[in-house]
């Protein structure tokens, strides 16, 4: 949260966002270029990056190696957002590092953020890095690692105002990161109508590579040559398998390239023990068990209304978003599938105002404070539009 942030980041202004790559490639140069040499595996889409990236990064670090993991936003700690074998940084290496930046004034917070996970694994000399892109694929500060490998999850309409505003424009953008990798992978969940508008046509599809059959449920086998192996989806919601099938074929795209030898009983137990807090996690707050998750665009909460029918759970959520969110269509997707909507406003420079939220939920309570508005909703209760509210109500919570 804000207010926890090290001056030094915080003077960056969090919501700040630059459309390139010269500052921050300017800045790793003095730097010595601590990424040079690095190999990594850059995640880009509008949903599910996160969960692809913690579920590569639990594969791989199930076959011996040494992962480092950079991804965003964070939901309690700004050091959730670099991560080697699994341990977020420490807070003397984020400050000492961070003071190495400080000189470079100009760097937004997430540039800072990006150069600071570079020069950490560097330090950790991790045998691979796994990135996930802030923001499209053209100018993301994270392309500056010049992956060898991209894998993309799906294309939104997220983002609108810098990425374009209609999906073919974005997908253009999202494409740009898989035209300049040595392999470009294509997520199952990217749509075969907006496949040509991404502009990247050596980019290959992830069953090509692996295959994933649903067995029962969360269970499904995953196949590639020579292998055959039985597996559970680690993440809930059945638009992880979509997720799954893209990390499994980053996986393999990273064996074929020398980096591992992918065995089957590596990548079994690693996906047992993916854990990815705020993406459909129940977890216990005030002595009650909360449901999570981030939905934080039209898409993220239509997947959560479809969650929601399949598992015939109709719970009462408590809501709010940033300011650049379809709330109005949010409002629509979601309000069938809840028993009642609390209202809330977010501790952020970008919170949707409550008369906004109130206009797209009219038959809403109302109660500012996040918190006071989770006590006063009943059970089963959902938090959801925002990892900002997630990460507000995970301060005290544990996994449930």
């Known amino acids: 949260m804000p ?55 639990a594969i791989l670090a199930a076959h011996g190696l040494r992962v480092g993991r950079f991804t965003s936003p964070h939901l309690v700690s700004v050091s959730e957002r670099v991560t080697i074998d699994g341990a977020p940084i420490t807070d003397a290496t984020l400050a000492r590092l961070l003071g190495t930046v400080d000189r470079f004034d100009d760097l937004t917070f997430f540039e800072t953020l990006t150069a600071v996970a570079l020069m950490a694994f560097a330090e950790a000399r991790v045998d691979i890095a796994v990135l996930e892109a802030g923001m499209g694929g053209r100018w993301d500060a994270t392309r500056t690692a010049a992956s060898e490998i991209a894998g993309l999850t799906n294309v939104g309409t ?28 294509v997520g199952p969940g990217v749509d075969a109508a907006i496949r040509p508008h991404l502009d990247a046509p050596a980019a290959i599809d992830a069953a090509t590579l692996v295959g994933l059959e649903v067995v029962d449920g969360p269970r499904c086998v995953a196949s590639w040559p020579g292998a055959r192996v039985e597996v559970t989806v680690p993440l809930d919601g059945p638009h992880q398998r979509d997720n799954l099938q893209l990390a499994l074929a980053l996986a393999r795209a990273a064996a074929d390239r020398g980096w591992l030898s992918l065995d089957p009983g590596c990548v079994r137990g690693g996906l047992q023990r993916v854990t990815w807090p705020g993406r459909l996690s129940w977890h216990h707050i005030e002595g009650r068990r909360v449901l999570l998750d981030g939905a934080h665009n039209l898409e993220a909460a239509t997947a959560l209304a479809a969650t929601l029918e399949a598992v015939s759970l109709r719970p009462h959520l408590v809501f709010s978003c940033l300011d650049d969110k379809p709330v109005e269509a949010m409002a629509r997707v979601l309000s069938p599938v809840v028993a009642s909507v609390t209202l809330c406003v977010l501790d952020d420079e970008r919170a949707m105002p409550m008369e906004r939220l109130q206009a797209a939920f009219p038959d809403a309570r109302t109660v500012a404070d996040p918190r006071l508005a989770l006590a006063r909703t009943p059970d089963p209760a959902l938090a959801a539009g925002s990892l900002r509210l997630v990460g507000t109500l995970l301060e005290d919570a544990e996994v449930a």
């Open 158 to 185: 997220d983002h609108a105002r810098w990425l374009g505003t209609t999906r073919e424009a974005i997908a253009h953008d999202k494409g740009a990161a898989l035209a300049a990798a040595a392999v470009g992978i």
């Open 3 to 57: 207010d926890l942030l090290p001056l030094s980041l915080s003077r960056r202004g969090p919501s700040r966002i630059r459309p390139d790559l010269a500052a921050l490639e300017a800045t790793l140069a003095a730097l010595g270029s601590p990424h040079a040499g690095l190999r990594s595996v850059l995640v880009v889409g509008t949903n599910g990056k996160g969960s692809t990236v913690a579920m590569l990064d």
